[in-house]
């Protein structure tokens, strides 16, 4: 599918529902018209007019796509094909050009707007200046309907984006030596992802390290990035890479030191689990809560429930986690096409614990795994 279908498919969706929609550059923009997003960053980066950057759509009339000179320069978004572009300057008034487009759409102070979830609160500030009698919804969940369900074409720059990772993974194994800590483990993760051809890691890539001598530690990653790893120890990896703009998600257990049987027996349970979470992926014949329940019945008859802490996995693609998810509170039915994470872990804190992840499309006789190495617990002497 065009972009230029995209955007008339939307439009057709918004017509009856809102006068006006408005996205930023985000991944609901990047579906619509292939404008891409650059490399976040930690700290906000603003630039003048800021708040009115991003593509502006009406039923009926050609969507126009604004952006600050800097952006547009900088950003190298000044040439965007399919849209007209209009700069804004470093001394101009945001307000007016919107004022302007606003004219253009023939809209009135009572406006129905779809902002996209990803708009900021000083852009929904302005625009309820501009716009004092205007009503505002959700133009993200009027997307949502197209994003969920992906086409060939989509699965197939996704199996790139997971031939990316393992081949990262492969290589970072290479490297792996008893003793080494976490922060240089997580680096040499981020850099074959992008020697491999990413853009870079989908999401901030994570260690969840386990063992007797071993704290397992959240959101201090400062405090945990500087611990030297040495049996026993789980290490259990999650990361991905960015292709085309989609977003991997991945997961394996490496042990440091040779695993005991208990270590071995909750490994192999994992693997059972997320087994019976793809088979239970059969297009129109489940509930997303009916699949998580299929993976955690394996770990709960072991005797491990509690230890399963988690959802089993969550729709992907242009963002790393996208509805639906694969959790007890879901009861949406999933459709050939759709992308999940199959991702059960068993986390005992003071033991051992051991994870799996892999990107799977939904198929009408079960769900087809776009990752499908390393599934034997890769131990590290």
Same mark, same amino acid.
């Given at each position: 599918?065009?972009?230029?279908?995209?955007?008339?498919?939307?439009?057709?969706?918004?017509?009856?529902?809102?006068?006006?929609?408005?996205?930023?550059?985000?991944?609901?923009?990047?579906?619509?018209?292939?404008?891409?997003?650059?490399?976040?960053?930690?700290?906000?980066?603003? #630039?003048?007019?800021?708040?009115?950057?991003?593509?502006?759509?009406?039923?009926?009339?050609?969507?126009?796509?604004?952006?600050?000179?800097?952006?547009?320069?900088?950003?190298?978004?000044?040439?965007?094909?399919?849209?007209?572009?209009?700069?804004?300057?470093?001394?101009?008034?945001? %307000?007016?050009?919107?004022?302007?487009?606003?004219?253009?759409?023939?809209?009135?102070?009572?406006?129905?707007?779809?902002?996209?979830?990803?708009?900021?609160?000083?852009?929904?500030?302005?625009?309820?200046?501009?716009?004092?009698?205007?009503?505002?919804?959700?133009?993200?969940?009027?997307?949502?309907?197209?994003?969920? /369900?992906?086409?060939?074409?989509?699965?197939?720059?996704?199996?790139?984006?997971?031939?990316?990772?393992?081949?990262?993974?492969?290589?970072?194994?290479?490297?792996?030596?008893?003793?080494?800590?976490?922060?240089?483990?997580?680096?040499? /993760?981020?850099?074959?992802?992008?020697? #491999?051809?990413?853009?870079?890691?989908?999401?901030?890539?994570?260690?969840?390290?386990?063992?007797?001598?071993?704290?397992?530690?959240?959101?201090?990653?400062?405090?945990?990035?500087?611990?030297?790893?040495?049996?026993?120890?789980?290490?259990?990896?999650?990361?991905?890479?960015? #292709?085309?703009?989609?977003?991997?998600?991945?997961?394996?257990? /490496?042990?440091?030191?040779?695993?005991?049987?208990?270590?071995?027996?909750?490994?192999?349970?994992?693997?059972? !689990?997320?087994?019976?979470?793809?088979?239970?992926?059969?297009?129109?014949? %489940?509930?997303?809560?009916?699949?998580?329940?299929?993976?955690?019945?394996?770990?709960?008859?072991?005797?491990?429930?509690?230890?399963?802490?988690?959802?089993?996995?969550?729709?992907?693609?242009?963002?790393? #986690?996208?509805?639906?998810?694969?959790?007890?509170?879901?009861?949406?039915?999933?459709?050939?096409?759709?992308?999940?994470?199959?991702?059960?872990?068993?986390?005992?804190?003071?033991?051992?614990?051991?994870? /799996?992840?892999?990107?799977?499309?939904?198929?009408?006789?079960?769900?087809?795994?776009?990752?499908?190495?390393?599934? !034997?617990?890769?131990?590290?002497?």
């Amino acid at each position: 599918m065009s972009y230029e279908e995209r955007l008339q498919r939307f439009a057709g969706l918004l017509a009856g529902q809102a006068d006006l929609a408005f996205f930023p550059i985000s991944a609901d923009l990047q579906y619509l018209a292939g404008i891409p997003r650059d490399i976040p960053n930690f700290g906000a980066v603003m #630039h003048p007019g800021a708040w009115a950057e991003g593509l502006w759509i009406a039923p009926g009339r050609p969507p126009v796509f604004t952006l600050p000179r800097m952006t547009a320069e900088f950003g190298g978004l000044g040439g965007i094909a399919g849209v007209e572009v209009m700069v804004l300057g470093d001394f101009d008034d945001p %307000a007016a050009l919107v004022r302007q487009i606003a004219g253009r759409f023939g809209l009135t102070a009572r406006a129905r707007i779809a902002i996209s979830d990803r708009t900021l609160g000083e852009t929904v500030a302005a625009l309820h200046r501009l716009f004092p009698e205007a009503t505002f919804s959700s133009a993200t969940a009027v997307l949502r309907s197209l994003r969920a /369900v992906k086409t060939e074409a989509e699965i197939a720059k996704m199996r790139e984006a997971g031939a990316i990772t393992e081949a990262a993974f492969t290589d970072v194994l290479a490297q792996l030596r008893i003793g080494m800590t976490e922060l240089e483990i997580i680096t040499e /993760v981020d850099f074959q992802l992008r020697r #491999h051809g990413a853009l870079g890691p989908s999401f901030t890539t994570s260690l969840y390290n386990v063992g007797p001598n071993h704290e397992l530690i959240f959101g201090q990653r400062e405090k945990a990035w500087h611990r030297e790893l040495y049996p026993p120890v789980s290490i259990l990896f999650d990361f991905g890479a960015v #292709h085309d703009g989609f977003c991997y998600d991945y997961g394996r257990t /490496v042990a440091f030191g040779a695993p005991d049987a208990a270590f071995q027996r909750v490994y192999d349970l994992v693997m059972q !689990s997320q087994a019976a979470g793809i088979a239970a992926l059969k297009a129109g014949q %489940a509930t997303a809560a009916q699949v998580d329940a299929a993976a955690r019945q394996v770990i709960a008859d072991a005797g491990y429930g509690a230890e399963f802490r988690h959802r089993l996995g969550h729709g992907i693609g242009l963002d790393v #986690h996208e509805p639906p998810f694969l959790t007890a509170s879901d009861e949406t039915v999933i459709q050939e096409g759709m992308l999940f994470t199959v991702e059960p872990s068993i986390l005992i804190y003071g033991q051992c614990s051991a994870r /799996v992840e892999d990107v799977v499309a939904v198929r009408p006789g079960g769900g087809e795994p776009l990752t499908a190495g390393f599934q !034997s617990l890769i131990v590290i002497e």
